[in-house]
């Protein structure tokens, strides 16, 4: 009995219930749920002794579903159809009864006769809308659901309309999991419904298991294309199913196709390329908007699309491995887009870029330094991107051993913002200033100023490097442990992973009984991460949560497994794992809201 129809019976049980109050019969109200409570935990013997008394009460044929299926579950098959056939005889124009009766000849074996009542009760259905959705969940009542297919489309023929109950058909497409059958269903409700979109990608994502679905998809939405090559939802339907198998490529050649077909602006394309730097197909996105570039600078996206390439670029450039002549390359194109447009809010993205590069991947700190304290006295900035401006300048004064300087910008941001976000953000960063300093006590304090900030991401970090404090300064041997984790930490800081790593495992070297392992473990993982090494960041990832299963680290290990599966390592199934895991093991973590909404999306709930 599945969960959707057991739903049913509870509400046809709750009428039943006002029935039997109304006619005064001698039935206590108790023997309903307990009738309900035998059938549901299967003891149909119990059930039916109930139910025969509720039933035989007058107007109480609500609770005829579930005295006939008890009567199934028991085979007493002469008594559900001496049952059914009475109903029939009461209620001769209904269909549900002889839909009833069908159920029990195929329960019986005798798939013949129940073909043919069902095939006769479609033959005569009328033209009328509501008459033929009844039919239809009379069929999905008795779990028919083939039947209720073929009423829902006979309905379609009657009424000259192939856009009708389109929901209910991809309900029990999805419901049976009938790839096929829902893959086309899709595909021509889209044409006029192209909202559909979002909910298709969703929910075939869900049931298709291997690459084998998306290529018969594939050659599916190719015949539609084939039919309609202007309509662009196609297109977008099309981008998305080569995505899913990362053919990022093939996906551009088809919106570069559409576009000259259409002779479009570029926009579909544009508004496409997202989803390729989201999936990390950085060198399919900077192709795209080389393409975007050559129809003009009179174009709409022409500078857009010029200032996303740079964007792209520099992910692609800082992620993983890099050369300095690269990055070199890299800084001459900002300044290069700083010189033709001038220095101004409208630029501000290519000064932080710039002055990035040079701080973290250049070795000319000094240099970022002084644009930015240029760009904070630029006339038009606002109040907020200044603020931003001084906590990266804060940071760069950290990289030019000017520690007191990024102490007074933090606390000149904080005091300027308290308690908003940016205020917020900087208090963190003069506490983290404070940890690799080995100061932990003023750390600390920061820290649990923070703990009530209304940034969730903040006030869990700040927690999570007050307890690490808290847990390692009890003895003057894990309080030098500790300023060997920071030293490593302000390495990474300065953008110096191999070295951090070195630092890392001198530890256990120095302090064989140190208590860092988990926190240490949880940096290795993100600079992995960021070197695009995922597999080895997911193995270290596993031995935090299998290891330290009350750590402060293990339910952020579960929240980046689950990440990483399913955005770099495309493996659904075990993203699901680890998200479900940390919802069940850890409700009260910060990730277990977003947590949760990624598993049903994986799942394709709520769609």
């Known amino acids: 009995m599945n969960r959707l129809l057991f739903?049913?019976?509870?509400?046809?049980?709750?009428?039943?219930?006002?029935?039997?109050?109304?006619?005064?019969?001698?039935?206590?109200?108790?023997?309903?749920?307990?009738?309900?409570?035998?059938?549901?935990?299967?003891?149909?013997?119990?059930?039916?002794?109930?139910?025969?008394?509720?039933?035989?009460?007058?107007?109480?044929?609500a609770y005829f579903d579930l005295y006939f299926n008890t009567l199934l579950k028991l085979k007493r098959y002469d008594a559900a159809e001496k049952l059914v056939k009475k109903e029939i005889k009461k209620n001769p124009q209904g269909d549900m009864y002889p839909i009833a009766l069908g159920k029990l000849y195929q329960?019986?074996?005798?798939?013949?006769?129940?073909?043919?009542?069902?095939?006769?009760?479609?033959?005569?259905?009328?033209?009328?809308?509501?008459?033929?959705?009844?039919?239809?969940?009379?069929?999905?009542?008795?779990?028919?659901?083939?039947?209720?297919?073929?009423?829902?489309?006979?309905?379609?023929?009657?009424?000259?309309?192939?856009?009708?109950?389109?929901?209910?058909?991809l309900n029990i497409y999805r419901?049976?999991?009938?790839?096929?059958?829902?893959?086309?269903?899709?595909?021509?409700?889209?044409?006029?419904?192209?909202?559909?979109?979002?909910?298709?990608?969703?929910?075939?994502?869900?049931?298709?298991?291997?690459?084998?679905?998306?290529?018969?998809?594939?050659?599916?939405?190719?015949?539609?294309?084939?039919?309609?090559?202007?309509?662009?939802?196609?297109?977008?339907?099309?981008?998305?199913?080569?995505?899913?198998?990362?053919?990022?490529?093939?996906?551009?050649?088809?919106?570069?196709?559409?576009?000259?077909?259409?002779?479009?602006?570029?926009?579909?394309?544009?508004?496409?390329?997202?989803?390729?730097?989201?999936?990390?197909?950085?060198?399919?996105?900077?192709?795209?908007?080389?393409?975007?570039?050559?129809?003009?600078?009179?174009?709409?996206?022409?500078?857009?699309?010029?200032?996303?390439?740079?964007?792209?670029?520099?992910?692609?450039?800082?992620?993983?491995?890099?050369?300095?002549?690269?990055?070199?390359?890299?800084?001459?194109?900002?300044?290069?887009?700083?010189?033709?447009?001038?220095?101004?809010?409208?630029?501000?993205?290519?000064?932080?870029?710039?002055?990035?590069?040079?701080?973290?991947?250049?070795?000319?700190?000094?240099?970022?330094?002084?644009?930015?304290?240029?760009?904070?006295?630029?006339?038009?900035?606002?109040?907020?991107?200044?603020?931003?401006?001084?906590?990266d300048l804060g940071d760069i004064y950290i990289l030019t051993n000017q520690p007191w300087e990024a102490f007074l910008v933090y606390e000149q941001v904080s005091k300027q913002f308290e308690g908003q976000p940016i205020g917020n953000e900087a208090r963190f960063r003069s506490a983290k200033l404070s940890f690799y300093q080995g100061n932990f006590e003023y750390s600390n304090g920061q820290c649990l100023v923070l703990k009530a900030a209304t940034s969730q991401l903040i006030a869990n970090d700040a927690l999570n490097l007050s307890l690490l404090i808290s847990d390692n300064i009890q003895t003057p041997s894990d309080s030098n442990a500790l300023k060997m984790y920071a030293d490593a930490e302000m390495l990474l800081f300065r953008n110096l992973p191999e070295k951090a790593i070195k630092k890392m495992d001198s530890i256990a070297i120095a302090f064989p009984q140190n208590s860092l392992s988990d926190a240490i473990m949880m940096s290795k993982a993100r600079i992995f991460i960021k070197s695009n090494d995922f597999q080895k960041a997911a193995d270290i990832l596993k031995k935090v949560t299998e290891e330290f299963k009350e750590g402060i680290w293990t339910d952020d290990a579960l929240f980046t497994l689950g990440d990483l599966y399913e955005k770099k390592l495309n493996d659904i199934a075990q993203a699901k794992i680890y998200f479900q895991k940390l919802i069940t093991d850890y409700p009260g973590s910060m990730f277990s809201a977003e947590a949760r909404k990624r598993f049903r999306n994986l799942r394709g709930d709520g769609v």
Not at 153 to 166: D, M, P, S, W, Y
Not at 304 to 318: G, S, V
């Open 7 to 61: 739903i049913i019976f509870l509400l046809f049980n709750l009428g039943a219930n006002a029935q039997i109050f109304r006619s005064n019969q001698p039935v206590s109200p108790d023997e309903s749920t307990l009738a309900i409570q035998y059938y549901q935990d299967g003891d149909f013997e119990k059930a039916a002794v109930l139910l025969e008394k509720l039933y035989a009460i007058p107007n109480n044929e």
């Open 107 to 169: 329960e019986k074996g005798d798939t013949q006769n129940a073909n043919k009542i069902f095939s006769e009760i479609i033959t005569k259905l009328p033209k009328d809308e509501f008459k033929i959705r009844n039919l239809a969940n009379n069929f999905y009542r008795f779990e028919n659901y083939d039947f209720a297919v073929q009423t829902f489309k006979q309905g379609r023929k009657i009424l000259g309309n192939e856009q009708l109950f389109t929901f209910e058909l």
């Open 175 to 391: 419901f049976k999991k009938d790839k096929p059958m829902l893959m086309q269903e899709y595909l021509d409700a889209l044409a006029t419904m192209p909202q559909l979109l979002p909910q298709a990608e969703a929910v075939l994502a869900s049931i298709f298991e291997d690459k084998n679905d998306y290529q018969t998809f594939q050659a599916a939405i190719l015949k539609k294309v084939q039919k309609l090559p202007d309509a662009e939802i196609y297109i977008q339907l099309l981008t998305w199913n080569y995505i899913q198998q990362q053919e990022f490529d093939m996906a551009l050649r088809q919106l570069i196709a559409f576009d000259k077909r259409t002779k479009a602006d570029g926009g579909t394309l544009f508004n496409a390329i997202y989803t390729f730097v989201e999936n990390s197909a950085y060198e399919t996105a900077i192709k795209a908007y080389e393409y975007l570039l050559t129809k003009g600078k009179d174009n709409p996206y022409y500078l857009p699309a010029k200032i996303e390439m740079l964007n792209t670029k520099y992910n692609l450039h800082t992620n993983g491995k890099y050369t300095v002549a690269t990055l070199d390359l890299l800084a001459k194109d900002y300044q290069t887009l700083l010189n033709e447009n001038g220095k101004n809010r409208n630029t501000l993205f290519a000064i932080k870029k710039l002055a990035n590069l040079q701080a973290y991947y250049l070795n000319q700190p000094s240099m970022a330094e002084k644009e930015l304290e240029e760009t904070i006295k630029m006339p038009g900035v606002n109040d907020q991107d200044v603020g931003q401006l001084k906590l």
